[in-house]
């Protein structure tokens, strides 16, 4: 794994669309070329206390979680992904890659390689809601995502991780 000072970062906030309510405070963090493939991920999450670590895509149609973050890092392949919804932008992730969504932000697969995949985890091994923008989802929703806690930790680097240089209590 790269250093925290060698580790190319993009920031990305949304604004609600009126479906994806996407996160008023903290910005979706897209890590570049951060892990090898020879990094144990799921060990790397555990030790940071992102758990529930889980391997596979992401969902074809956009959702978010209102009760909780996610972390979402490329261990193969490559994909376009649809992030903050509708209104929201399309970004090129590739293995290497890991991408931090606040409690909101919406996601959705365009197009992957065959080998695409992701280990995705949660603060404390929370557990995640799926979420996909109806009107009568959203008042409930949005008091969750309001109250969804800053992460004691980075998912990658801890608990003096990159991730509060963006991410911090008002």
């Not at 992030?83 to 365009?110: R, S, W």
């Not at 979420?131 to 680097?157: H, Q, S």
Request: overall charge negative; proline content about 6%; charged content about 20%.
């Amino acid at each position: 794994m790269k250093h925290p000072e060698d580790v190319e970062i993009k920031f990305l906030q949304f604004k609600d669309d009126g479906s994806i309510p996407n996160n008023p405070t903290y910005p979706l963090l897209l890590y570049r070329d951060v892990i090898t493939s020879t990094d144990d991920v799921k060990a790397i999450l555990t030790k940071n206390n992102w758990l529930g670590a889980w391997r596979g895509g992401v969902a074809s149609f956009h959702h978010y979680h209102s009760n909780t973050h996610e972390v979402l890092a490329v261990v193969s392949g490559s994909a376009q992904l649809q992030l903050g919804g509708e209104q929201g932008e399309q970004i090129q992730v590739e293995q290497g890659d890991t991408a931090i969504l606040p409690a909101g932000v919406g996601h959705k697969l365009l197009e992957g390689s065959t080998d695409f995949a992701v280990i995705g985890a949660y603060p404390n091994g929370k557990s995640y809601d799926f979420c996909y923008g109806k009107a009568e989802e959203r008042p409930e929703n949005l008091a969750n995502i309001k109250n969804v806690p800053l992460p004691d930790t980075d998912p990658l680097f801890g608990e003096r991780g990159l991730l509060f240089s963006y991410w911090a209590d008002e």
